[in-house]
């Protein structure tokens, strides 16, 4: 079965306690995004790799981090300088890093800080 | 800067009418948009993807119209369903880059 895939679904964190987000996909895809999505919000987009062992910031990288050290996987880390973390992050893909490709979403993660 | 707006406003329409969305952009021309569907608390799903020499796109009962000149998708659903409810966004390319950008989405709610 091909797809993307996020872990965990749910996900509780302390406040000043950074916590990683897992995204793996097996659709051999080139590009993988990482975004944030608020109540009754559209998309932001946190980072975004177009291919391995290099990634890009999007419009709200501060607090976060990444890394894409294998083509299938492309976590992010939400460290304790995100002033407000809790959010429900969506993983995606695409074929191609060149151009702006229909992406593929994971199931997401709901992350809330206690 | 470009700027994607779809009304925040929830859609509430009967089963069986048509359901028009609205997707406006500024500042900017895309050639292609494309649209999504979200339901609560999973990730969004492509629908269709449209070009800008296309003026309409179908598929099944889902239709998207281009219009440059007013610089606006207008996304259609005829027949609709309850199980149509969900929130729909339209995300044109970004005007630099690789990605894509995504309007705020419209809640569709279909009654019975």
Known sequence: DGGITQSPKYLFRKEGQNVTLSCEQNLNHDAMYWYRQDPGQGLRLIYYSQIVNDFQKGDIAEGYSVSREKKESFPLTVTSAQKNPTAFYLCASSPSGIRADTQYFGPGTRLTVL | ?112
């Open chain 2, 1 to 112: 800067s470009q700027k994607i707006e779809q009304n925040s406003e929830a859609l509430n329409i009967q089963e069986g009418k048509t359901a028009t969305l609205t997707c406006n952009y500024t500042n900017y021309s895309p050639a292609y948009l494309q649209w999504y569907r979200q339901d609560p608390g999973r990730g969004p799903v492509f629908l269709l993807l449209i070009r800008e020499n296309e003026k309409e796109k179908r598929k099944e009962r889902l239709k998207v119209t281009f219009d440059t000149t007013l610089k606006q998708s207008l996304f259609h659903i005829t027949a609709s369903q309850p199980a149509d409810s969900a929130t729909y966004l339209c995300a044109p390319p970004a005007n630099a880059g690789n990605m894509l950008t995504f309007g705020g989405g419209t809640r569709l709610m279909v009654k019975p």
